[in-house]
């Protein structure tokens, strides 16, 4: 099992791709063979030359791909598993908590389903963990979108033609892309506050330089993985109160509070949108999975007849493909690297190993991994 195909991504909103030249020579050069879909780069800025060059062999369609390879790797799930052959193993990020139908129609195929949003979240991992490498683009591309579009600038400035203060930035959910966006706003001279149920949060906010937002919510936590956990009714309309006024104190508000494998919460309802001040940006980097703001919506801007505009921001790190490629790039270079075996000059699917069973859901015609198994 060693050789490589990558596909060239099909969503017309997709701007990245899986693999990039330097991984590919590196993947050679330790012995697989890899072949590239024509055209598989182009929007990032690599040509099928580029990938030529640094030892791929260019193929001129999905099917011949797929005929050629053991294992396929992209960014997205593709929208048919249609000539897709039985015993290749998928690589790519899934969804899978949202593709229940989809795992079951891998495993009937006989398909090796890699889901790469499941790579546990341990230290040996961390090279391979596509949520932390495309969520810290995400972060930063959030708060460099607010500032352009934010009517003001972020800085505060003294000059003989006047005072301006600096902009108010309020970060809910200080995970990966929330650190990210709070070290970006001040690095553009923004007053910075923060908020996250995790506790620990609390440090890591206060060592970026901003304030964090105390609300008590009572008894709260992390799972073992590092997640929040999900709050009660009671808990999220405390927090809601408790942020209100921050919210209105606001020029911009950047929402990234997510609860894995769950449906988002609504943190900033309609009323709280409302008493937000004319001009404000509201971005929810959560509205993929159900959103943090009453209102947002994925697919477009919306402005309000207050004038405060809120953006729906899923996958932020599509609008900087290059530094996102070549993360995610970094990311699958490190899961083929872990994997091979230099004797057999292949790749292991080596069921014993915690990577793999954290994110191996389908394999022998069956769904293997255990948060899927009914
Ligand atoms: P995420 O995208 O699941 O959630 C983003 C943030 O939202 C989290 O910090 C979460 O606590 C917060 N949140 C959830 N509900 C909230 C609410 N009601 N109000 C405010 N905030 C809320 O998280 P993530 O960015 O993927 O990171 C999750 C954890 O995993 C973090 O602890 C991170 O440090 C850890 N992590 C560990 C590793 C590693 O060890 N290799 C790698 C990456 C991340």
Known sequence: MNKVFLCKETAREETRTALVPPDIKALVAMGYEIAVQ??????????DDDYS??????????????????????????????GIRENALHISSFDVFNQKPAIKEYAEAGIKLISLEMVPRTTLAQKMDILSSQASLAGYYAVVLAAAKLPKIFPMMMTPSGTISPARVFIIGVGVAGLQAIATAKRL?????????????????????????????????QTEQGYAKELTAEQIELQRKGQAKVCAQSDVVITTAKVFGRKAPILLTKEMVAQMKPGSIIID??????????????????????????????????????????????????????????????????TEDEIMKGCLITSDKKIVHKSFIE
């Open 38 to 47: 024509s055209g598989a780069g182009l929007k990032v800025g690599y040509t």
């Open 53 to 82: 060059a640094a030892g791929a062999k260019i193929l001129g369609t999905l099917d011949e791909g797929y005929k050629f390879c053991d294992i396929i790797v992209r960014i997205n799930k593709p929208d048919t598993i249609s």
């Open 189 to 221: 001279g923004a007053r910075v506050e923060a908020f996250d149920t995790r506790p620990v949060v609390e440090e890591q906010v206060k060592s970026l330089g901003a304030k964090f937002v105390k609300i008590d919510l009572g008894e709260m936590g």
């Open 285 to 350: 980097m959560a509205v993929k999975t159900g959103g943090n703001v009453e209102g947002s919506d994925p697919e477009k801007e919306v402005l309000l007849d207050n004038g405060v505009r809120i953006i729906g921001g899923d996958s932020l790190e599509r609008f900087i493909p290059k530094d996102a490629s070549n993360m995610f790039s970094g990311n699958i270079f490190a899961f083929l690297e872990h994997f091979w075996n230099a004797e057999q000059k292949s790749f292991r699917l080596d």
